[in-house]
């Protein structure tokens, strides 16, 4: 995530700027790696947190379910593609397949951000008034219910630390 335009809904100007902090990307591509963590998924609950907003594992699961069409259809492949070019194939010159990889990169990002759109109509999700730190460790651990891969602990203290060190006042938080 390296967009840089301040349009979108509140939750997309959330997890550009989420994102940007120390160690967050680190730790969610840990987290994907090493548990399939959808990204967005994760983020969107984490803006919930942030909202005061705690969400059940069975409400986490209903959207997950919901997103998983799009997901396994766009934003996996676009993933995938964009990876492989890393060391692509010696038929085209490493220049042109940075270029196309950049270009796949643009397309990835745009997939998720409507994702992250469509998403953010669902909202709001969940119960209201808990405190964002208790709302983001009970969010975490209802997706977590749902996976069947362990979310590596350093990953989400990353996160929960990050979160809990954005200023509270902050408007791209807001809804």
Request: hydrophobic share 50%.
């Amino acid at each position: 995530m390296s967009d840089t335009a301040p349009s979108g809904s509140p939750f997309w100007r959330f997890s550009l700027q989420f994102y940007r902090l120390p160690q967050v990307a680190d730790a969610c591509i840990a987290l994907q790696e090493a548990a399939q963590v959808d990204v967005n998924l994760l983020l969107f609950l984490l803006w919930h947190a942030r909202q005061r907003r705690q969400l059940s594992p069975a409400e986490v699961a209903a959207l997950d379910a919901r997103i998983a069409p799009w997901r396994e259809l766009t934003v996996i492949p676009l993933r995938n593609i964009r990876r492989g070019l890393k060391t692509p194939p010696a038929l085209v010159a490493a220049p042109a397949a940075e270029a196309f990889r950049n270009r796949i990169k643009a397309v990835e990002l745009e997939a998720e951000r409507l994702q992250q759109e469509a998403m953010f109509v669902l909202a709001p999700l969940g119960s209201d008034g808990f405190e964002p730190g208790t709302a983001a460790r009970a969010n975490i651990a209802a997706y977590q219910e749902i996976m069947t891969g362990r979310f590596p602990p350093a990953a989400t203290a990353v996160l929960l630390g990050a979160l809990a060190a954005m200023p509270s006042g902050d408007l791209l938080a807001q809804n």
